[in-house]
C-alpha cells in the first residue's frame, strides 16, 4: 500500500516541502530509504525502525521503501523522522492515510518513541503556511516557536503514540495556543549618553547608526573601542516585524533559538579573530548561517580587524556589497540573507601604541606596513567612515562637557 505524509526541508533561511511517500511490497524484507536523503539522514532509518519498535509498531518483514520527494533537493534535518515514521504507520494501516492530508510533520524521533526538537522550526513554520497546510505538529518544546506566525494549528506532541492516538481519533490532541508572551521589560540597552570624551569616536558610531554606513575605528588598545561597539546597539530602534522574522529565522537554522516570541532587538554579532571561513561566512556538512547572516539587520563587530585570516577578509566582500552570502555545493548554490553593518576596529600597528601620545612603539616601519597591509584595498574602498580613536585625556572625562548628540533613531 502505497501512503503518503509531508514534512519540510531547510535550504538556506527557507524551506520547500518533502512529500514522503511510503511504500510496502514484496522483496526482501529491509527498510530502503531513496530521494537524495544525506548521510545524515540515512540514521533516520535507524531511528524511526527503533522508535516504531518501541513503541509497539513492528514492521511487516517485507520490503520497505521510502521515498522523499522532490528527489533534486538535498535533505539533512533529521526534522523529517516524525513523517517518515508516519507515513510508514499509514502503509501498515495503523493510523487512517487521509488524516495526514494538510498536515506538516516536523520533528526528531529518539529511540523511545519520543519527539525531540529539530532546528528551524520557525522556517518550517513559514514554509507550512504560505503552502497552505493547515495543521504542523511539532515537539512540544518548539510549539511556542511554531505558534508564532498563526494561521495554523499547532499540534505539540509529546511522543509518537500520543500522535498515533491523534491520528485515529482516539485522543485529539488540541491546537496550541499562540502563546502571547509576557512583555518583557527592556533590556537595558547602554547608548552613548554616558561615554565622555572620544568626541570623533562617538559622531563616527552616530553617523553610522543613522545613514548605515561601514566604520572603521583605529586607535591603540585600552581606548574604549570594543566599549563603543557594544553601546553602537543601543541607537537603534527595535526590529520591525518583517526584519525580526527574518532574523528569527536566520537564528533559528543556526539552532539559536529565541526566548520567547520574535528577535526584536538589532543583533550584534563578534566574532573572535580566530574564526574560520565556515563560522564567518556560514556552510559546514550542515549548511548553518555564518556569523555575517547572524548580524543580519544589525552590526557585525570585527575587532582586531587586521588579525583575521586573509581567506575571511575577501570573502566579506560579497556579503558588504550584495547583502547576501552565497555558498557553493557541489550541487547548486545557497545563499543567505547577510545585510549587516560592519564595525570594525584595529590598533594602528601589531604593539599597539603607534602614535600613541605617553607610550612608544616598538616596531619597524616594515611591520607597521605589513599590519596595516592586511586589510586590502577593496575591503577598505567599503568602509565609509574611518576615525582614529585617540585616548580620552582626563580633564575630557571630567564631567560631560560633551553630552552625546546621539538620538534614537526611533520612536522614543
Ligand atoms: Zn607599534
Do not use: K, M
Given at each position: 500500500m502505497l501512503t503518503r505524509s509531508y514534512s519540510a526541508s531547510v535550504l538556506g533561511v527557507e524551506g520547500f516541502v518533502v512529500t514522503v511517500e511510503a511504500d510496502v511490497g514484496l522483496g526482501l524484507p529491509g527498510l530502503t530509504l531513496v530521494g537524495r536523503a544525506s548521510g545524515a539522514l540515512m540514521e533516520a532509518r535507524e531511528r524511526v525502525r527503533s522508535a516504531l519498535g518501541h513503541c509497539g509498531h513492528k514492521l511487516h518483514p517485507r520490503k520497505q521503501v521510502v521515498n522523499l520527494a522532490p528527489a533534486d533537493e538535498r535533505k539533512d534535518s533529521p526534522g523529517i523522522d516524525l513523517a517518515v515514521a508516519c507515513a510508514l504507520l499509514a502503509s501498515h494501516e495503523v493510523v487512517p492515510a487521509e488524516r495526514l492530508q494538510g498536515l506538516m510533520l516536523w520533528g526528531e524521533l529518539s529511540l523511545d518513541g519520543s519527539l525531540r526538537p529539530a532546528a528551524g522550526t520557525l522556517v518550517i513554520a513559514d514554509c507550512a503556511r504560505r503552502m497552505g497546510f493547515t495543521s504542523l505538529a511539532v515537539a512540544e518544546a518548539s510549539a511556542d516557536e511554531a505558534a508564532v506566525l498563526g494561521g495554523l494549528a499547532v499540534l505539540p506532541v509529546r511522543d509518537l503514540p500520543q500522535l498515533v492516538a491523534h491520528l485515529r481519533g482516539d485522543r485529539e490532541i488540541g491546537a496550541h495556543a499562540a502563546n502571547d508572551p509576557p512583555p518583557r521589560p527592556p533590556r537595558e540597552l547602554h547608548d552613548l549618553e554616558d561615554v565622555r570624551g572620544l568626541v570623533l569616536a562617538r559622531r563616527a558610531i552616530e553617523v553610522m547608526a543613522a545613514g548605515g554606513h561601514n566604520v572603521l575605528l583605529h586607535g591603540?588598545?585600552?581606548?574604549g573601542k570594543t566599549m563603543l561597539a557594544r553601546r553602537a546597539i543601543g541607537l537603534y530602534p527595535p526590529l520591525d516585524d518583517e526584519a525580526a522574522l527574518e532574523v528569527t529565522k536566520i537564528f533559528g537554522v543556526a539552532g539559536l533559538r529565541a526566548v520567547d516570541g520574535l528577535v526584536r532587538e538589532v543583533p550584534l554579532r563578534a566574532p573572535h579573530h580566530t574564526v574560520s571561513v565556515a563560522g564567518l561566512l556560514g556552510g559546514g556538512p550542515f549548511l548553518r548561517p555564518g556569523e555575517v547572516s547572524l548580524a543580519h539587520r544589525g552590526v557585525l563587530f570585527l575587532d582586531e580587524l587586521p588579525e583575521f585570516s586573509r581567506g575571511c577578509l575577501e570573502a566579506l566582500r560579497e556579503p558588504l556589497e550584495e547583502g547576501v552570502v552565497r555558498i557553493v555545493r557541489a550541487r547548486g548554490s545557497v545563499g543567505f540573507p547577510a545585510r549587516f553593518q560592519l564595525l570594525a576596529a584595529m590598533n594602528p600597528c601589531p604593539c599597539g601604541f603607534l602614535g600613541h601620545p605617553d607610550r612608544t612603539c616598538v616596531d619597524n616601519p616594515a611591520a607597521v606596513l605589513r599590519y596595516q597591509q592586511r586589510v586590502s584595498g577593496p575591503l577598505l574602498d567599503r568602509i565609509d567612515v574611518a576615525v582614529s580613536v585617540t585616548p580620552a585625556r582626563p580633564e575630557s572625562c571630567a564631567r560631560p562637557t560633551h553630552r552625546s548628540r546621539a538620538r534614537r533613531c526611533g520612536p522614543a
Open positions: 591603540p588598545p585600552g581606548v
